[in-house]
């Protein structure tokens, strides 16, 4: 049974636009979550990060927010750049130092 | 940023055969480091954690003797996939903390090495 879900395993948005992707996961002991995004025959890279203890995290133009009653966190990524288009990975842990578990990802396309 | 190398990026191999894949942390050290698997349209699933100096943790459903982890040095890891067969053909991963950083939970992965057992 997966633990971490990403439902839709694509998504496609105009440049400029912003790109919202979701993820839902079903393990309440689950306290932290990363997002990491990934370009085809590369290993994923780290994106960006929240605790459970927050409900948003911000960097530029990645926004993660975290609304742990319905067991959701979306990545919210504006203006979106061609450049954006990749693979993303949503994943949770039990603390910060627990192993990670990983969604199927979403596969990103911002057209130009 | 810190940087991890897998070597090979792509392998190709005959059945039965035996394939290391290494994982080098380049410009840190690693005091745990992990093994992913990704079949196509799924994923990361974790196969195992290695400590430096110690034996392998390995998830449940993962075969210990036929994936063999050395983690030797605080700087390298090894991926042995022993007597492969067609079924093990897939995209393996390692990844690595920072030994003393923060409690980010933040992993460097490498690149991946891409298995093709014929």
């Known amino acids: 049974d997966q633990q971490v879900k990403q439902n839709s395993p694509s998504l496609s948005v105009q440049e400029g636009r912003i790109s919202i992707l979701n993820c839902d996961y079903t393990?309440?002991?689950?306290?932290?979550f990363l997002w990491y995004k990934k370009y085809p025959a590369e290993g994923p890279t780290f994106l960006i990060s929240?605790?459970?203890?927050?409900d948003k995290n911000e960097d530029g133009r990645f926004t993660v927010f975290l609304n742990k009653s319905a067991k959701h966190l979306s990545l919210h990524i504006v203006p979106s750049q061609p450049g954006d288009s990749a693979v993303y990975f949503c994943?949770?842990?039990?603390?910060?130092?627990?192993?990670?578990?990983f969604g199927k990802g979403t596969k990103l396309s911002v057209k130009p | 940023g810190a940087v991890v190398s897998q070597h090979p990026s792509w392998v190709i191999c005959k059945s039965g055969t035996s394939v290391k894949i290494e994982c080098r942390s380049l410009?840190?050290?690693?005091?745990?480091m992990f093994w992913y698997r990704q079949f196509p349209k799924q994923s990361l699933m974790l196969m195992a954690t290695?400590?430096?100096?110690?034996?392998?943790?390995?998830e449940q459903g993962v075969e210990k003797d036929k994936f063999l982890i050395n983690h030797a040095s605080l700087t390298l890891s090894t991926l042995t996939v022993t007597s492969a067969h067609p079924e093990d053909s897939s995209f393996y991963i390692c990844?690595?903390?920072?030994?003393?950083?923060?409690?980010?939970?933040?992993?460097?992965f490498g690149e991946g090495s891409r298995l093709t057992v014929l």
């Open positions: 990844s690595a903390k920072v030994r003393g950083a923060p409690n980010t939970g933040e992993l460097f």
């Open positions: 393990n309440s002991m689950f306290d932290y």
């Open positions: 929240i605790s459970s203890i927050k």
């Open positions: 994943a949770a842990s039990e603390g910060s130092q627990g192993n990670l578990i």
């Open positions: 410009d840190f050290q690693a005091t745990t």
């Open positions: 290695s400590n430096e100096g110690s034996k392998a943790t390995y």
